[in-house]
């Protein structure tokens, strides 16, 4: 079965053309995050059997205790993307601040930044629960052969030239755009090779399924609070089914195959939300409108948002186009609400 569909090698060797500057970089570089999910994946899938679980002992710039496969997998990608000289600069939630990858003789001849979240949900780990790996990559703004800076990372996310992640569920998935359309490539475990299982990814203009973290309810903002009452009232497709596993790239993926929404919002406790706008957000929302659905912070489009600094926090509305509109209507007429 597995035979008949197009391994990932062999779409990025069929599709480099189309990809933006494409100088063969963007392909190197999907290709050695390929071959970092597959180390990642390996580890993840015997961490209930190794002391690789539980935290590490550190504490990262979010303040959230590492867990040791945090670690593992931010120190995975980094290393295989430094090995590869394809990136002048690195940001990664487990980072306080941006890696500046030098090539041989401290040339800056990369032009590219990518920016990740190594493993997105990873208190599951321990519960054996679905965990992620998100990525966001841009041209370098500042001239090719000097040194990155801030200004590299501090883009909005309509200048992302690639975005992506990978679902370590059931199966191993790796979904990503270049900016023409979203595809997603399931590991055959057994030969280590991904294939396209899922091409062209469109998720539905609207659907059944909502995913909010709905204990905080009374620290929300009133509109979200209406929107939420909206979501269990009967009518027509309502109440609508509540599914929220605590882990980003596994509710999202989830509500990209079905239909759904999925809001962090702010919240008196979380007065900018919880998510990260550079390595959380912006990829996913990048993913969700080339899918033909809608990413905002509730008010404003989330790829429009000129980040201000590296960690930065947004509230987030993703999913079915219908579904983020109508929480946005909520946050419209409530927002004079304090
Ligand atoms: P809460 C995981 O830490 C994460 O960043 C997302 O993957 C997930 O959707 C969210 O936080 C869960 O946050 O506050 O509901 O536990």
Redesign the pocket.
Same mark, same amino acid.
């Given at each position: 079965m597995a035979d008949k569909h197009k391994t990932l090698g062999e779409y990025i060797i069929e599709n480099q053309s189309s990809f933006q500057y494409s100088s063969g970089e963007l392909s190197r570089l999907i290709n050695s995050i390929r071959l970092a999910a597959k180390v990642v994946n390996h580890e993840i899938r015997k961490a209930g059997l190794v002391d690789i679980t539980g935290a590490a002992g550190e504490v990262n710039v979010q303040g959230?205790a590492q867990q040791k496969l945090d670690v593992y997998a931010n120190d995975k990608f980094k290393e295989t993307l430094i090995n590869r000289e394809i990136v002048c600069g690195i940001a990664s939630e487990e980072e306080d601040d941006f890696v500046v990858v030098e090539g041989a003789n401290g040339t800056n001849e990369n032009k590219y930044v990518l920016m990740m979240d190594p493993l997105? *949900? =990873?208190?599951n780990i321990d519960v054996n629960v679905s965990v992620g790996t998100i990525f966001s990559i841009y041209r370098r703004v500042t001239p090719v052969g000097t040194p990155v800076t801030i200004e590299d990372f501090l883009q909005p996310g309509n200048r992302q030239v690639a975005a992506g992640y990978v679902a370590y569920g059931t199966s191993t998935m790796m979904v990503f755009t270049t900016g023409n359309g979203v595809n997603g490539f399931t590991l055959n475990p057994a030969i280590g090779t991904f294939y396209l299982s899922h091409p062209n990814m469109k998720i539905n203009e609207t659907g059944k399924i909502y995913s909010v973290?709905e204990g905080?309810f009374a620290h929300f903002e009133k509109g979200m609070q209406e929107f939420l009452k909206y979501c269990k009232e009967e009518e027509g497709t309502r109440p609508w089914t509540a599914r929220?596993? *605590? =882990?980003?790239?596994a509710?999202f993926h989830r509500n990209l195959l079905k239909g759904g929404i999925?809001v962090?919002p702010r919240s008196r406790t979380a007065p900018n939300g919880?998510?990260r706008l550079l390595y959380?957000c912006n990829p996913m929302a990048f993913i969700a409108e080339q899918a033909g659905g809608k990413a905002s912070d509730g008010f404003t489009r989330i790829l429009d948002i000129q980040p201000t600094e590296l960690h930065q926090r947004v509230p987030f509305y993703v999913g079915s186009k219908q579904m983020v509109e109508k929480a946005e209507e909520y946050m419209e007429q409530y927002k004079e609400h304090t």
């Open positions: 959230e997105d *949900g =990873s208190s973290s905080y929220y596993i *605590g =882990s980003l790239v509710d999925y962090y919880k998510l959380e």
